[in-house]
């Protein structure tokens, strides 16, 4: 770094990830694209992600911003894979609200339960957006949205939306107010860059969009970014989010199926499965109406493969041990 160049150490928050490269949006406006310091890098390998708080040395000249610092996180996107436990990789942070992307029309229940467990455990509020309505008949379209706002509750907000339903966008809009920031996921396909575009509306600056369109309706995605949308609100597309597989997330599951855990706190048996045993205030809320059957369900299938998943890999721990490999990467 040339000596004898003016210096400040100013916050910002990275807006913009290009192949691993930070663009910091400033205080003022001022967008700089970063290196993080070689400090960062070398220690802790603390890599800047989408929505961090940082500091940055920001030089005269532009060209040798740095970022020097990023500060604590209030809560985390990570994208595990369950093939490599070791293997995990932090997407977003410091976000108000995850809104789960999944089409009406083509419900995977299996999935939309992951998705649920991936988004609670982040903290955030969650929100499902039922995409591509126009796509699923009146019936169908009655049927699988009850079905969903069975399986997620009554705390979690369940909107319905079609690109061509400027209300159902709005609707969505709502649930991203002044200064929050929403990231978006979802099986690849299900319309959320075209969500993200009608949201945008015509606030997508030219630093923003992330996606162009080929006239075929298929999108390329360039980068990934926290786009401004009408009503001061930002909302990051996760892109290609994968390892939506199984995991060991017991907190994930507890967070978002909390009424059933408390329930179940009050079942007469401390092991209770809440499936035949007397005593049990799960079932019993089942009975009155004040829970849902699917979200019960829902709610023993993820405890079974959590459980299922802890076992294989305590076995596959084991096996490593046995045979003098033990993990060395954790
Ligand atoms: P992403 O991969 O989740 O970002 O999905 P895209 O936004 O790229 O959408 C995938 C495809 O679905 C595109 O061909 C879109 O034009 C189409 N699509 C998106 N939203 C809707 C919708 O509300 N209705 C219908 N019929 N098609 C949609
Ligand atoms: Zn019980």
Not at 167 to 184: F, K, M, N, Q, W
Request: hydrophobic content about 40%.
């Amino acid at each position: 770094m040339p000596s004898g160049q003016r210096q400040a150490r100013v916050p910002g928050v990275v807006v913009q990830l290009d192949r691993g490269l930070p663009l910091v949006r400033l205080e003022d406006g001022r967008l700089l694209r970063c290196k993080h310091a070689t400090a960062l890098i070398k220690g802790e390998k603390i890599r800047a992600v989408i929505g961090d708080h940082v500091m940055v040395d920001a030089l005269e000249d532009a060209d040798n911003a740095q970022i020097c610092e990023v500060l604590a996180r209030t809560n985390e996107f990570v994208r595990r894979d369950p093939a490599e436990r070791s293997a995990s990789q932090t997407l977003a942070a410091n976000f108000d609200t995850v809104i789960i992307a999944h089409p009406l029309a083509e419900l995977n229940v299996r999935r939309l339960e992951r998705e649920l467990v991936l988004a609670h455990e982040t903290g955030a509020t969650v929100v499902v957006a039922l995409t591509k309505a126009d796509l699923a008949d009146e019936g169908m379209a009655r049927e699988n949205e009850e079905l969903v706002r069975g399986i997620v509750g009554p705390s979690n907000a369940v909107e319905v939306v079609s690109e061509n339903d400027a209300c159902s966008i709005e609707a969505l809009r709502s649930h991203i107010p002044e200064g929050s920031v929403a990231v978006l996921i979802g099986r690849s396909g299900v319309g959320k860059s075209s969500l993200v575009n009608l949201l945008a509306g015509a606030n997508v600056a030219a630093t923003t969009p992330v996606r162009a369109s080929d006239g075929k309706g298929r999108h390329t995605t360039v980068n990934r970014a926290i786009v401004p949308i009408g009503g001061g609100g930002f909302v990051v597309d996760m892109p290609g989010v994968r390892g939506m597989g199984l995991w060991e997330s017991d907190a994930g599951i507890e967070a978002a199926f909390s009424d059933v855990a408390e329930l179940a706190q009050q079942c007469r048996f401390r092991d209770c499965t809440h499936t035949n045993e007397p005593g049990c205030a799960v079932q019993d809320a089942v009975a009155t109406g004040a829970l849902h059957p699917r979200r019960l369900a829902s709610y023993l299938h993820l405890v079974e493969e959590n459980q299922a998943q802890r076992e294989a890999s305590e076995e596959a721990q084991r096996i490593r041990t046995r045979t003098g490999h033990p993990r060395r990467r954790g």
